[in-house]
């Protein structure tokens, strides 16, 4: 962090600040802005970007911003040029800008989220993710894409993928080995609909099928398959355990120890523990003189530690996580290959031939976790990949989806992009 506080610095005193451009108007975005136009020197916010343009410009007038509306590369330079913030609801004109940096993306849309990334990839801009159900998807492919290309594509630090993923590199540098990781997770009810979530998402100003998919658990699976994507982590079975303890410092009561040393590490979550958000990693050793140590300075007795953080920011991180993308070519969270688990597609209630799966967090399905060796030998459906398509025969609830049972849209990149991870990046 010094480093990267330092480099910025140094950017500012040259008058050569970061300029950032952030892609959507919702929740999190509001959040970002106000950290980038509040925050570390060195950073500038030089545009946003929404297919909403009067939702953008409410957004940055809550932050005492008046924005430029832009249609073209040259327009938002010349903004940029004179210190101005740009507006446009066309994303080809932040990627075609040369002055924007590294681009946020924020939607959480898979569809609209992966025509983006690619253009911003093909015009060598590093992307920030502040979306999971597109990293969660298709994130191998469009990493390979950005690795080749020489950019990076990262999901961001802040949120819990990227809390486990700068852990878990502190427990290795110690000298000490990764076992666990996963989310401090407080409530978990795979039912939950955007009607029960409606009036605890209008309290907080999120959207109702936002709320439902942190509550119904595939918000949870998507972020497991982040990390285990960018680790090579396993996940022990379909949908994790849940291990449910009073604090995250129990789960080392729960772990099954065999089990874990039979894997190269594992992702999972305690449910309803303090402190109730952030994450955590189990870490091993065996050396006598390091348990020493450990239990001098109050870690336990061992062999397995937990390290764990009780936060996430991911709207203040995610300035951070473009400057170190921009500035040290380094990504917080990003698949290392192929993918090593999917988040595959569970219907939410009996679901009957003919009808539409409807949003992530909604009403038809959600999602969970499963290792992508056996999502592909039992052709099981993605959730990223099920939404939007049309039931060929009923389906029981609590069953996983296969491709069998919908009738794909034409069309959609997100499914060439599928046939490409999966023929590119064999596992």
Avoid at 45 to 59: G, I, Q
Avoid at 69 to 98: F, H, N
Avoid at 332 to 345: D, F, H, K
Avoid at 370 to 394: F, K, M, S, T, Y
Wanted: aromatic share 6%; glycine share 10%.
């Amino acid at each position: 962090m010094i480093i990267l506080d330092n480099a910025l610095e140094e950017r500012e005193r040259n008058g050569r600040p970061l300029q950032l451009a952030v892609i959507g108007a919702g929740y999190m975005a509001r959040g970002i802005l106000a950290h980038i136009l509040d925050g570390p020197p060195g950073i500038r916010l030089a545009a946003v970007c929404s297919r909403r343009p009067e939702a953008a410009a409410e957004l940055l007038s809550t932050v005492a911003v008046e924005p430029v509306s832009t249609d073209s590369a040259e327009s938002l330079e010349r903004a940029v040029a004179v210190g101005k913030i740009a507006l446009t609801q066309d994303p080809s004109v932040v990627c075609a800008a040369a002055s924007i940096d590294v681009v946020i993306e924020t939607t959480g849309e898979i569809e609209y989220g992966a025509r983006f990334c690619l253009n911003a990839i093909e015009s060598r801009k590093h992307v920030v993710l502040v979306n999971a159900e597109l990293d969660a998807t298709v994130g191998p492919i469009l990493a390979s894409y950005a690795r080749r290309g020489g950019t990076v594509l990262t999901n961001t630090d802040g949120d819990e993928p990227g809390v486990v993923l700068n852990l878990l590199r502190y427990v290795r540098s110690i000298g000490l080995h990764p076992l666990l990781a996963g989310n401090i997770k407080g409530f978990l009810d795979h039912s939950r609909t955007p009607e029960t979530q409606r009036e605890f998402a209008e309290s907080v100003g999120q959207r109702p099928e936002m709320v439902t998919s942190f509550a119904d658990g595939t918000k949870l699976a998507m972020e497991a398959t982040l990390v285990a994507n960018a680790t090579g982590f396993t996940v022990l079975r379909r949908g994790m355990t849940g291990f449910r303890v009073d604090h995250v410092g129990d789960v080392l009561g729960q772990v099954e120890d065999s089990q874990l040393v039979r894997t190269e590490g594992a992702v999972d979550f305690v449910l309803g523990a303090s402190p109730g958000s952030g994450a955590f990693v189990v870490g091993r050793t065996e050396n006598p003189l390091k348990r020493e140590y450990l239990r001098y300075f109050k870690m336990g007795d061992g062999p397995l530690y937990v390290f764990y953080q009780p936060w996430h920011l991911p709207q203040a991180d995610a300035p951070l996580t473009a400057a170190r993308a921009a500035l040290f070519l380094d990504a917080a969270v990003s698949p290392r290959g192929a993918a090593v688990c999917e988040v595959v597609a569970i219907a939410k209630r009996d679901l009957q031939a003919g009808e539409e799966v409807d949003a992530i967090g909604g009403f038809t399905v959600y999602g969970v976790i499963e290792r992508a060796d056996i999502a592909a030998n039992e052709d099981l459906l993605p959730i990223g990949v099920a939404i939007g398509c049309a039931l060929r025969r009923d389906v029981a609830a609590n069953t996983a989806l296969t491709y069998a049972d919908v009738e794909i849209p034409p069309g959609r990149l997100v499914d060439r992009l599928r046939d490409e991870q999966r023929s590119q990046l064999a596992p």
